[in-house]
């Protein structure tokens, strides 16, 4: 029999409990937090369907189970703590006091998750791979291939760390062209790419250019995915043009693509959410014409 909440007398989920996916899809997934007390469960339900992406009040609502003045007064309760903030377009999203925390975990696994698939990627096409994220106004490098990305010195030529400004280079345009409307609208300003840019990256799911981490060569970037389906870090590889040149397209696009859906699934099993679309889709044919040099 279950328990019940004493406000309401609604039902209080227990562990059996699935959260329904996001948008049209049906999958679900086993809550993996329960503490027992009706109201911190209820509260926990709505920060997993937020953790996955931002939701308005009738989608936590509909996903939830709950009613929607239990949803509404919880919400707005997590929101006057931190917990929850409201986004440009007025849904529910994780707020300050969580968002840090979550992004940095988030990106803990995502340097662990990348090590062999990028030391695959490099064994594959003899080419410089690594992960970039955004922070503020830079892209970050987060993981590299153990092999290669060696310079005649022995240094690494882009260590773990490595920042640049993310106004310009194909990297910087997978990791704005999926972001929210005001983020790329701030991510815009001073940057060396228009949103016509950014469009033609969502339509072909990759971008190629120069590559600003390292000067004289070029990259190939595309996202990658995790919870939501939103992109959290671009997959690039690079190397010298002569190189990049003589490997033919559509083997380079497919194999980045294969290696950063690989990583997409890596990133939803450790963060135990549903599986959506792989990252973007096969590579277009022929050259690519987005230059974000």
């Known amino acids: 029999m279950s328990r019940r909440d004493p406000d309401t007398m609604a039902p209080v989920p227990d562990g059996t409990q699935s959260l329904p996916a996001a948008g049209p899809a049906t999958a679900t997934a086993p809550r993996e937090w329960i503490s027992g007390i009706g109201v911190l469960d209820k509260a926990s339900v709505l920060l997993e369907i937020v953790e996955q992406a931002p939701a308005p009040l009738s989608e936590l609502v509909a996903r939830s189970g709950l009613s929607r003045p239990t949803v509404h007064r919880i919400a707005v309760a997590l929101e ?8 440009f377009h007025g849904r529910f999203a994780l707020g300050p006091r969580l968002g840090s925390m979550s992004v940095e975990a988030r990106y803990d696994r995502l340097a662990q998750a990348s090590v062999p698939v990028l030391d695959d990627l490099h064994t594959r096409t003899g080419l410089d791979a690594r992960v970039l994220r955004r922070r503020g106004r830079t892209q970050t490098c987060v993981a590299t291939c153990a092999q290669g990305g060696v310079g005649p010195d022995g240094a690494e030529r882009v260590p773990v760390g490595t920042s640049r400004p993310s106004t310009a280079g194909p990297v910087a345009l997978v990791l704005l062209a999926w972001q929210e409307p005001e983020e790329i609208h701030e991510g815009l ?3 060396r790419f228009t949103a016509a840019h950014l469009a033609q990256v969502r339509r072909r799911g990759w971008a190629r250019g120069s590559d600003v981490m390292q000067p004289g060569d070029i990259a190939y970037a ?7 389906d939103r992109v959290v870090a671009a997959l690039s590889v690079s190397g010298p043009p002569g190189r990049m040149d003589s490997i033919p397209s559509r083997w380079l696009g497919a194999t980045v693509f294969d290696s950063a859906a690989a990583l997409t699934d890596a990133l939803r099993r450790a963060h135990a959410v549903p599986s959506g679309r792989p990252a973007g889709g096969r590579a277009a044919g022929g050259r690519a014409v987005v230059d974000a040099g």
């Open 222 to 228: 595309v996202p990658v995915r995790a919870g939501g």
């Open 189 to 191: 300003r001073g940057a």
């Open 80 to 87: 006057r703590l931190g917990l929850l903030t409201r986004d």
